[in-house]
């Protein structure tokens, strides 16, 4: 039977209920997607997906029976073996779930991010003054939920007033770094895993390790203010430019947060130097 023919036989047999089962089937997927969208186990989905794939196309234009055998004998392992995989994701999806946490986003409390980056840098500016450190991280494509889950949740409005009474000396949730998702302050006190490259190096701090290792894991920017010396810094794709005032602070994050300019800055952080301020690499 020929394609067009096959395509119009089963136009043919659909009714109402046949619908109503494709749209239960594509609604689970999307769930499941979009309960995972924000945590690490997004990028290992992406790639199973693009094994099944690849192993279908090949098993579809060439007679393989070894490669065909091993495909089908692995299904049953796979189903077993998801699930252990993604354990520490499902059982958040859950939880969320549980809570309405993804209602909530889904009616639209998510502020400017023209308005989240000027509160940033109107609390960076006033903290480099009085030196005190900061580490605020910017979660982008890849989902931070990990590092999230590891501080005190606040999903709270991005101000310079909290973001100054957070990184006061002194204070509970100073000590920490603060992630920003989708416009609102997450989560404040969180744990980021140090840098690998630079685990040994004296030039910088713990603070400064943990800002360039936790974009060393994903594609997140970091920005970060000395408590020595009262240096601004930001840090993305394991590199970090340094010496940065405000105006330099807010131009940079307009152009990662804005789809225009984005790739000349990865490009500039990614090169050798970069005009305003000191490349560590």
């Not at 693009?50 to 490669?67: D, M, N, Q, R």
């Not at 354990?87 to 502020?111: D, K, M, Y």
């Not at 701090?205 to 800002?211: E, F, L, S, V």
């Amino acid at each position: 039977m020929a394609p067009v023919a096959q395509v119009t036989w089963l136009l043919q047999r659909l009714n109402w209920l046949s619908l109503l089962d494709i749209l239960l089937v594509a609604a689970i997927f999307y769930g499941l997607l979009a309960l995972l969208r924000r945590t690490q186990a997004v990028a290992v989905l992406r790639g199973l997906i693009i094994v099944a794939v690849l192993a279908a196309v090949l098993t579809s234009i060439a007679p393989l029976p070894a490669f065909t055998w091993l495909i089908r004998n692995s299904i049953p392992a796979l189903f077993v073996a998801i699930p252990v995989i993604f354990q520490p994701e499902l059982r958040r999806a859950l939880e969320r779930l549980g809570r309405a946490g993804p209602l909530s986003s889904w009616f639209g409390r998510e502020t400017s991010m023209e308005t989240v980056i000027d509160e940033v840098v109107e609390a960076t500016v006033r903290l480099a003054e009085k030196r005190e450190g900061a580490l605020i991280v910017f979660e982008r494509n890849t989902g931070l939920q990990d590092i999230i889950e590891t501080g005190v949740a606040l999903d709270a409005i991005v101000s310079r007033e909290l973001l100054l009474t957070i990184f006061f000396p002194n204070t509970a949730l100073h000590d920490q770094a603060v992630v920003i998702r989708g416009g609102r302050l997450a989560a404040a006190a969180c744990v980021l895993p140090l840098s690998e490259r630079l685990a040994t190096s004296h030039v910088l701090g713990t603070r400064h390790k943990a800002g360039i290792g936790v974009t060393e894991r994903s594609d997140a920017v970091a920005v970060i203010v000395s408590e020595e010396t009262g240096i601004i810094s930001i840090a993305h794709n394991g590199r970090m430019i340094r010496r940065l005032d405000g105006d330099r602070l807010r131009s940079i994050l307009y152009a990662f947060f804005a789809r225009s300019g984005e790739s000349t800055l990865a490009s500039r952080l990614r090169g050798p130097r970069s005009g305003g301020g000191a490349l560590v690499a």
